[in-house]
């Protein structure tokens, strides 16, 4: 098993923590992204919810 020389160990290392940079980087992107849409999706709503009182408005003054 340590037949191999030290600096392979180091790269096997290097590699193994790579992966499990790209995987919680990946994840922290998504919450991210998540985080984003659900406030864009808000502010759509909320520029509904406006829309339709304005709307409501303008219909019972006529």
């Not at 096997?12 to 992966?19: D, E, K, N, Q, Y």
């Not at 790209?22 to 709503?45: L, N």
């Not at 520029?47 to 339709?52: A, C, G, L, P």
Request: no cysteine.
């Amino acid at each position: 098993m340590f037949s191999l020389p030290w600096w392979i160990y180091l790269v096997v290392v290097g590699i193994i923590f790579s992966g499990y940079m790209t995987v919680k980087t990946a994840a922290r992107e998504r919450e991210i992204d998540e985080a984003f849409i659900e406030k864009e999706g808000e502010i759509y709503m909320e520029r509904i919810r406006q829309e339709r009182e304005r709307r409501k408005q303008a219909k019972s003054l006529q």
